[in-house]
């Protein structure tokens, strides 16, 4: 089975259901920084989503 990526905001912002998951990881860090940016106006590098937030399922 492949590895996908997965991003569950609600761990980052308690009343966000938003969640992504890619098997590709740049895409999944890119929806993820869109995410972040457009819905909580936060912005994150990759490494800091790589290391905070984004899971490997
Ligand atoms: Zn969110």
Redesign the pocket.
């Known amino acids: 089975m492949s590895k996908a990526h997965k991003l569950d905001?609600?761990a980052?912002?308690a009343d966000?259901?938003?969640i992504i998951q890619s098997e590709n990881e740049s895409e999944a860090l890119e929806l993820a920084k869109t995410?972040?940016k457009d819905?909580?106006g936060k912005e994150f590098s990759d490494d800091e989503l790589r290391a905070e937030h984004l899971q490997v399922v």
Request: hydrophobic content about 35%; some cysteine.
């Open positions: 905001c609600e980052a912002e966000c259901r938003f995410h972040m819905v909580h």
